[in-house]
């Protein structure tokens, strides 16, 4: 440190400039010599982080779109009811177990309908389903207590309890299935849950959710009405239906065939390219029950 020394007849005297230069540069390379920034490194010279590897889902036009669903990243699927979201669902699981690929369906509301997968092609074998329910709702035939929701009940708060349990078997149910790993692909079925209570789940599970998929080869896929994992999704598509297709026979009514759905991009962190509005169209089918 220098010293300041008072003059008679003025201010005190200040050290000479190349003096203050010489410490400056004295205090740089001292701080340049540390152990602490050895390892950092000017963005510039950043290694850009590898594509990772992708999932097919077993729709064409959204793999054209988007590769796939990333190993090893959160992906986002949302749109309103009957947009499609359920097709996109059911077919990514059919496929990636038809490729041996042990995979979960964390369903969230219980609305999973095994025969549907079935004509999807799903293999039941490589498939774990958990059915998010409390005793409040359980099913006279499963043993289980059950209670009857009180329709005085002006304000709801017996279904209220019913959604918030629902929703944190959706959590401790995630957090163990990727605890555990081995599983190429896990899926969150938030649809048919209000948004109200949806928009409840912290920001930090999402962020743990996030962490705990990184190392491993598994993507995880979270279906809901609207966005939820906010930053934390890698991958966010937003659905659409644009047109049914009924049939005009027979001629007393018609028969629900198909649709067709609009599959927008709102964010990818895949490409170091400015994201823009990217779309595509595909048909889902409806197959007979007979």
Do not use: Y
Not at 120 to 126: E, L, W, Y
Not at 265 to 278: A, I
């Amino acid at each position: 440190m220098s010293s300041l020394s008072w003059n008679a007849v003025g201010p005190p005297s200040l050290p000479p400039v190349e003096g203050l230069h010489a410490k400056m540069n004295a205090i740089l390379k001292h701080i340049a010599g540390s152990e602490r920034l050895i390892d950092v490194r000017p963005a510039s010279r950043l290694e850009v982080c590898p594509r990772p590897e992708m999932l097919a889902t077993g729709i064409s036009a959204l793999d054209e779109l988007t590769g796939g669903l990333p190993r090893g990243r959160l992906t986002e699927i949302c749109g309103a009811a009957s947009s499609g979201k359920t097709t996109v669902l059911v077919t990514a699981l059919a496929a990636a177990t038809r490729r041996h690929e042990n995979c979960v369906l964390i369903d969230a509301s219980d609305s999973f309908d095994p025969s549907s997968a079935a004509k999807a092609g799903m293999d039941f074998s490589k498939l774990l389903w958990v059915r998010c329910g409390t005793s409040l709702d359980a099913p006279a035939s499963s043993g289980l207590k059950t209670k009857t929701l009180n329709p005085r009940d002006p304000r709801g708060t017996q279904k209220k309890t019913i959604v918030e349990h629902r929703l944190e078997q959706v959590l401790k149910a995630t957090d163990l299935v990727l605890q555990s790993g081995g599983f190429g692909l896990v899926a969150l079925d938030l649809a048919g849950i209000p948004q109200k209570f949806v928009r409840r789940i912290p920001l930090a599970s999402w962020f743990r959710f996030q962490r705990a998929v990184e190392p491993t080869k598994t993507a995880l896929l979270v279906v809901s009405e609207f966005q939820c994992a906010q930053t934390c999704a890698t991958l966010a598509l937003k659905l659409a239906a644009l047109s049914h297709q009924p049939s005009r026979k027979p001629t007393h009514t018609q028969v629900f065939e198909g649709m067709r759905v609009e599959t927008e991009l709102l964010r990818s962190r895949l490409k170091r390219k400015p994201m823009q509005s990217v779309k595509a169209v595909f048909e889902s089918k409806a197959v007979s029950a007979g």
